[in-house]
């Protein structure tokens, strides 16, 4: 974790009002709290210290000294709170509209490891590596993500398939066993037809894998493992496009990582598919 205060402004709309009092001062007075031990910021913001630790435990700091020391991470960085998402806005110029979709994306792809907990990055990938089957469900702008998965995965050779119709997907799902995946991508966490297919598998016992943003949702309390993207944009948005960006680039690191594991296995299947693929293309 190399930036605490974002993880805190990320997080912060799913505290209790107490947690979110402490983090609201935290995100003010970031330099001070480095120096406070958890009695003293517990005087500052008027909250217990057992208050202080489940703010902690719920942005997924394994206490209040690794809260500070991922703050300290975070201060020599150049306004690390201070980017604002910037939505598509009338008589923008060709140059601002590049600038603000570069700034926007850079942003929303260094902050994955804000907010992904390293360890829980570790087991998606061995509970990947270990499936008998992956079933990567998806609608709307997280089918994009989802078949670019599917196609990764199936070029080293990983039985998976990328279903984006809710009867396909509750089909295939009633189906899986405590030995299969189910990777459930949707950024709200909320979406009906994503939620029904987890939910039957939840009663085969089956891994279920979430990619959301970095909030509160039905989805990662319903998973197995939860992985995040920021959540940068705004509740109004002409099209998923940060989030997309972002869930594109944590799909590139499960399979790099997954790739790496067989490395002569996946650079040979790598090599057969390319050359089949170039043979029928002439």
């Known amino acids: 974790m190399d930036n605490g205060l974002e993880r805190i402004k990320q997080g912060i709309s799913k505290l ?29 913001t008027s909250t217990s210290e057992a208050t202080i630790i489940r703010m902690c435990k ?9 809260l500070k020391l991922s703050i300290a991470a975070a201060i020599p960085q150049k306004n690390p709170i201070d980017h604002k998402y910037q939505e598509i806005s009338a008589d923008t110029s060709l140059s601002e509209t590049i600038q603000q979709i570069i700034s926007n994306n850079i942003f929303s792809i260094r902050n994955i490891i804000t907010v992904n907990d390293e360890d829980d990055l570790k087991k998606a990938i061995q509970v990947l590596n270990k499936a008998r089957k992956i079933v990567i469900i998806g609608i709307g702008a997280s089918a994009i993500v989802a078949f670019d998965f599917e196609q990764k995965l199936k070029r080293i050779n990983k039985w ?11 089909v295939s799902v009633t189906n899986l066993t405590n030995e299969d995946v189910l990777f459930a991508i949707s950024y709200s966490g909320e979406t009906k037809e994503i939620l029904n297919s987890v939910s039957v598998a939840k009663e085969n016992t089956t891994k279920i894998i979430s990619l959301t943003g ?19 944009e705004n509740s109004i948005r002409s099209a998923a496009t940060t989030s997309r960006i972002s869930q594109l680039t944590l799909i590139d ?30």
């Not at 690191?253 to 040979?268: C, G, K, P, R």
């Open 214 to 232: 970095y909030s509160n949702n039905t989805l990662q309390k319903n998973s197995t493992i939860n992985l995040f993207v920021t959540s940068t």
């Open 253 to 282: 690191i499960l399979y790099t990582a997954l790739a790496s594991i067989h490395f002569d296995e996946s650079v040979n299947y790598l090599e057969k598919t390319r050359e089949v693929i170039t043979k029928f293309s002439r």
């Open 58 to 66: 719920a942005l997924q700091f394994k206490g209040y000294r690794d």
């Open 16 to 44: 209790k009002p107490s947690e979110r009092k402490v983090s609201d001062f935290i995100l003010k007075h970031p330099k001070e709290v480095l120096h406070m031990p958890i009695a003293q910021l517990s005087e500052a």
């Open 160 to 170: 998976c398939e990328a279903l984006t119709d809710s009867h396909s997907q509750l």
